[in-house]
């Protein structure tokens, strides 16, 4: 494993990504703000299906706490994007990802992201145990 | 009036709104698909104002059954626009607004558009009659 | 073919397009104006995989000039969504295509779109006919 | 000054962000993802207005090389959004800006977000210093 996850080796799942039009800005690259769309939409797509149900409607939901992105190179449209995920960190009530970003063809990620999930109720927004469901549906992830 | 809508005198109400570093695309001008952002925002942003409530939390919501756009000059950020707002028909179920984009600036339209509500109940999504506190908000939108 | 575009069959070639989380809105279904990002991918997409080149540096560009949806079902992340094309009308300046929205599950469309293409002159903004380039891809758009 | 920059005192400029509808997701508030085109927005919605000049078209330009935020409280259109700016560091090739966002009627902020821009010559993408014009458009937003 490379020491700050750089290579598709470094993650446990992937999630290919279509990249937009409008993706792309002034530059004709992917604007920075996009790439944690992707982190967003890589995260939240696998819980759900590794899960297997709307984690939406569970009653406990996980709050985005904190997120962080390193830009290596450019990722423009029409070419589509991998996002590989890896579990840096199983806490009591917060999970946390590291995603890179890879273009369709590259061993190499276009980005380093890193995703901090907490756990609240949907209602009180109160902190809570990351749930059982969700801890399952993560096993995967764990870095080896 | 102008017969389509071109100008700032055909609207009876105005959005300011801040346009952002990313509603630019490759072009270097906003991206058409974000003026259907400012129309969505300034329909639900007056309706929130002037109804004087949290639209989203009424037993009747409105759906965006069908818009179309119009693009006669370019946006660009970071001039802010004006949406103009006016109704082009109150129905017992639907709200049709037309919308005009007016850069800052500027007495002619940026772009035309149309907007058309439909009333259902939030829950069962069955058509409903347009609220009481929609009409009232509606109001001073008529065309006169 | 169905008299107003609402199955796969009327359309000739289709772009696959992921959904993203931030793609939902209050309301839990894909925010109407994200619709149109779709439109606008798949039409561009089409054009440089046909074109095989990147349009957006080519002499002549195709600028937006109307767009409009029909929103008949609601879309929803994680699922994909299906984006079909067929041309209405290839004019000597202008492209009008037809856009199918379909659930990657559905034979029938979520949203019915229509974009039309203004080809112009990249530097000076005049109108100029459509590039032979853009007209030999555009060939198995045409609808049968 | 607060030590973490939580307050609207520890800020040196700020920039009025209007929220839209489809900022909110499917939980009721501001997607995570879209706190950065605020950061976006403000950081070259100052530039360009301190400047007195389109940044974009200048031999130099930014590049985002890293970007970070902490999430402590909900936005939530409609409600406009206030960015304040102060300088991190000032860097010969690069600038660290600190980003506090706060809800029009708060003082303690929603989110604190760092940026960092890379200058980089505007065809060979190779770095460069900080171009003259942008050192002078920076000074008002040092850390006193």
């Known amino acids: ?6 290579l598709r080796a470094d ?24 790439y944690y769309s992707y982190f967003d939409t890589a995260v939240n797509g696998y819980l759900i299906e ?14 985005v ?3 962080s992105c390193r830009f290596l190179a450019e990722l423009s449209f029409p070419e589509p994007v991998d996002a590989g995920l890896v579990l840096e ?4 009530s917060s999970v946390i990802y590291r995603i890179g970003l890879f273009s369709a063809a590259r061993e190499s990620a276009a980005a380093l992201g890193r995703f901090v999930h907490v756990y609240v ?24």
């Open 121 to 144: 109720d949907r209602v009180s927004r109160q902190v809570v145990p990351v749930p059982q469901l969700i801890r399952a549906a993560l096993e995967p992830l764990k870095s080896r």
């Open 89 to 92: 960190k199983l806490g009591n």
């Open 1 to 6: 494993m490379s020491d700050d996850h750089r």
């Open 65 to 67: 706490a904190e997120t």
């Open 11 to 34: 993650y446990r799942a992937f999630r290919r990504i279509t990249t937009r039009w409008m993706d792309n800005d002034s530059y004709g690259h992917v604007n920075n703000v996009v």
């Open 50 to 63: 590794a899960a297997g149900t709307d984690i939406r409607t569970l009653p406990a939901i996980g709050i």
